[in-house]
Nanobody
Framework: QVQLVESGGGLVQAGGSLRLSCAFSGRTFSSYAMGWFRQAPGKEREFVAHISWSGGNTYYKDSVKGRFTISRDNAKNTVYLQMNTLKPEDTAVYYC?????????????????WGQGTQVTVSS
């Protein structure tokens, strides 16, 4: 069974940076595309970014393009989300997820496994 454990969340001032990590275990990491989603209080969970099995292809939500970078290290079974120039509207619980297929990676339904989430709070 796949397990995903996020870390790196916290409280940061607007304009600051955080790096989230997600440790993957239980299956072959390089067989899964990975995604980051977030959920703010009272809102639905939304797509943030995804990355292909090899790391060669990435895709981002428009509002984070140029500020966030998704990457992965298949030797360490870890996916990262580098978040720069953070804004108060980035405040949310951030989740990583693993998908066995590359179809529809912008949708929650594409993902087979989810982590428990890590809180990111950006103060103004």
């Amino acid at each position: 069974q796949v397990q995903l454990v996020e870390s790196g969340g916290g409280l940061v001032q607007a304009g600051g940076s955080l790096r989230l990590s997600c440790a993957f275990s239980g299956r072959t990491f390089s067989s899964y595309a990975m995604g980051w989603f977030r959920q703010a209080p009272g809102k639905e969970r939304e797509f943030v970014a995804h990355i292909s099995w090899s790391g060669g292809n990435t895709y981002y939500k428009d509002s984070v393009k140029g500020r966030f970078t998704i990457s992965r290290d298949n030797a360490k079974n870890t996916v990262y989300l580098q978040m720069n120039t953070l804004k108060p509207e980035d405040t949310a619980v951030y989740y990583c997820a693993a998908a066995g297929s590359i179809r529809g990676l912008g949708s929650i339904r594409a993902y087979d496994y989810w982590g428990q989430g890590t809180q990111v709070t950006v103060s103004s």
